[in-house]
């Protein structure tokens, strides 16, 4: 299985971000997916989840109202919109698939991370 992140950057406070997470090796739609973040010294934490079908999603209190988790399965692919970005969201961005993902547990799968930098 892998998971492969992308679209990180830098961005001004109050700016957009759109995170990608391609999947292969695995029958997507058979996995719920999930996003998590780890800034520095700090563990790491659940953002937000989707189940198979799309249709449920779940957020840390956080990021809701300012995150949209969706996912295309005829891409498998799950993404991250992130709006109103905040210095305090500045992270390393790590999507996961299966496991306890939809209840921010831990996921069988994790990918690489992308980095996420937001200037005040």
């Known amino acids: 299985v892998q998971l492969q992140a992308s679209g990180g950057g830098l961005v001004q406070a109050g700016g957009s971000l759109r995170l990608s997470c391609a999947a292969s090796g695995v029958t997507f739609s058979n996995y719920p997916m999930g996003w998590f973040r780890q800034a520095p010294g700090k563990e790491r934490e659940f953002v937000a989840s989707v189940t198979w079908s799309g249709l449920s999603t779940y957020y840390a209190d956080s990021v809701k109202g300012r995150f949209t988790i969706s996912r295309d399965n005829a891409k498998n692919t799950v993404y991250l919109q992130m709006n109103s970005l905040k210095p305090e969201d500045t992270a390393v961005y790590y999507c996961?698939?299966?496991?306890?993902?939809?209840?921010?547990?831990?996921?069988?799968?994790w990918g690489q991370g992308t980095l996420v930098t937001v200037s005040s």
């Open positions: 996961g698939a299966g496991g306890r993902v939809v209840t921010s547990g831990r996921p069988d799968y």
